[in-house]
């Protein structure tokens, strides 16, 4: 004898399915892992440091201004 099967609760398992099925591969195509988002931010805080090397400083530059 074949096992009953309730349509309504098998469809939306299998819409869960595929909505999951979907968030993966965006996950995986879109998504950095947690060593790449690491990465990323070190790179970010090296090139601020960078900049803030090259800054200048308008009350060392020696040029006052005035007249």
Known sequence: MAEIVN???ARKAAQRDA???AGDENAARHG???AERRAQQVEAERAARHL???RRDPATDGDSGDG
């Open 52 to 54: 803030d090397r090259h």
């Open 19 to 21: 909505k999951r099925k």
């Open 32 to 34: 950095l892992t947690p």
């Open 7 to 9: 349509l309504r609760q």
